[in-house]
């Protein structure tokens, strides 16, 4: 898996820290953020075009794919509808027949609903009807875990999605066989269960997972905020959205960025999360419905 870093566009060649570039549309009118990404694609680093709606709530307006080939991204989000899976299903179909997909393009498609029902029914219409759609993501803003219950811990912890993710496996719903990509984080710390877990997560379904994204390295850092390597974080995710206007102004907060992206990469590497493990073996056991046994 390989990590996708947000920043604020001052600081794009600062905190270049991946190959692998979640790039945003309607940023694309600032020329530094354009001519960056545009200039780290033709060197080869990949560039995955997101369709705007976390940010703007909304698709942004225009065609994403003249946003595409303005940057030249190797990936598109096509549209999707927030928390609805069949107006998911019905935009992404709309857009697919109005768009050819061009030679050397991907596609890729977001996971969204409001029960797990809806998710496990989105997840497997998506891979057996639209054989367009390369890489199936899957967000971090789950309200509920893979029995529906909403809790405030579980979502601040990253169970959600995971939970989702192994009943999805569990079930024989998961297809090893496409790309996969992790939208978002609440906790980085949720990035080593996929690791931890082999009963849940075999190892060919973490193979399957390319990559995720998320701002708040960056974020942490402007607030001089550590992630801990045991935890992710001492309590909640700091709220709302980046700013992309802001730039570090002090050594701290670079410091932190470095510390935090550290933390990161270890976490994806199997490394620490030890408390964020004990609260999903708990979560688990309040389930009894499948097993998650640490290896």
């Not at 297809?175 to 082999?198: C, D, V």
């Amino acid at each position: 898996m390989q990590h996708m870093y947000i920043t604020a566009t001052a600081d794009l060649d600062k905190c270049h820290s991946s190959t692998m570039h979640l790039v945003l549309p309607h940023l694309y009118k600032d020329p530094y953020y354009l001519e960056t990404y545009k200039a780290w694609g033709k060197q080869g680093e990949f560039l995955m075009q997101d369709n705007g709606i976390f940010e703007l709530k909304t698709v942004v307006p225009g065609s994403l794919m003249e946003f595409a080939d303005q940057i030249g991204a190797h990936e598109v989000m096509v549209p999707e509808v927030l928390r609805n899976a069949e107006a998911c299903l019905k935009v992404t179909e709309e857009f697919l027949s109005s768009n050819p997909k061009p030679r050397g393009m991907r596609f890729a498609a977001c996971l969204q609903g409001k029960t797990w029902q809806e998710i496990a029914y989105h997840y497997q219409t998506l891979w057996k009807e639209f054989p367009q759609i390369d890489t199936i993501c899957i967000p971090y803003g789950l309200e509920f875990d893979c029995f529906n219950v909403e809790d405030e811990e579980k979502l601040h912890s990253g169970w959600n999605r995971f939970s989702n993710i192994a009943r999805l496996v569990k079930e024989g719903k998961w297809n090893p066989s496409i790309t996969h990509h992790l939208l978002g984080l609440h906790n980085p710390a949720e990035l080593t269960m996929y690791w931890r877990f082999r009963e849940a997560i075999p190892k060919n379904v973490y193979a399957s997972i390319r990559s995720n994204d998320s701002s708040i390295c960056y974020k942490y850092g402007l607030h001089g905020a550590p992630f801990m390597h045991n935890s992710g974080f001492l309590h909640r995710k700091i709220k709302g959205a980046l700013d992309h206007s802001a730039r570090y102004t002090h050594p701290l907060q670079w410091e932190t960025f470095q510390r935090n992206r550290d933390i990161l990469e270890w976490l994806m590497q199997g490394s620490g999360g030890d408390r964020i493990a004990e609260l999903y073996i708990m979560f688990n056991k309040e389930c009894r419905e499948f097993s998650l046994r640490e290896m």
